[in-house]
């Protein structure tokens, strides 16, 4: 495993569950971490002083990560905070829990653009910088639910699949200079939802 002391990683979705765990264990292995949320600032404090409990540096980057505008203005704080990003995890995501009948466009719409869009944004923005560099990691944070189904809506379970078909393209075209991509597929909570 790289020796990950000193680099520095943007964590989106990192208020809390999945991205506050990673950001944690990040910290604890040497990384410097920006902490991605949208309205959960409270959470994404208690996320900060995890990291900072780690010894490491660590700052909140608020910033809808569907938006190409808000994610330029976030990796330019990264970047002047801690400096340029070097482990990229798109872990932020939205589900609905609707019946098939209940589901619209809008809610297509905005799942696909918080749970694909945006890992394809924050890879554009962020790929030519570990290129220059010979060196990046990016992880993107799909589900089972891209296999089985899942117990959410189809927009969920599409964007969710989406995301391996972006990692593999991403994966074949980055290796060359030194970057990886890969994609982690957790289960749901048994306990919590009943699987």
């Not at 208690?46 to 203005?73: M, P, Q, Y």
Request: overall charge positive; charged content about 20%.
């Amino acid at each position: 495993m790289d020796d990950l002391r000193g680099k520095v990683a943007l964590v989106t979705g990192a208020s809390r569950g999945i991205g506050r765990a990673i950001s944690r264990v990040l910290a604890e292995a040497g990384v410097d971490v920006a902490l991605n949320y949208l309205s959960r600032e409270k959470e994404a404090r208690e996320t900060l002083a995890l990291v900072a409990g780690a010894g490491r540096r660590g700052i909140l980057v608020r910033a809808d990560v569907s938006n190409s505008s808000e994610i330029s203005e976030m990796i330019g704080a990264i970047e002047r905070g801690l400096g340029p990003v070097q482990i990229l995890v798109n872990n932020a995501g939205i589900a609905i829990r609707k019946s098939l009948e209940e589901v619209t466009e809008k809610d297509w719409d905005r799942v696909i653009a918080v749970n694909l869009k945006s890992a394809f944004l924050l890879t554009q923005a962020v790929y030519q910088g570990m290129c220059a560099s010979g060196w990046g990691r990016i992880v993107n944070i799909s589900s089972t639910a891209a296999q089985t189904g899942g117990l959410t809506a189809p927009p969920y379970v599409a964007s969710k699949a989406g995301l391996w078909g972006l990692s593999h393209s991403y994966a074949k075209q980055l290796i060359t200079c030194g970057v990886t991509v890969n994609t982690v597929a957790p289960a749901p909570d048994r306990n919590r939802y009943g699987a």
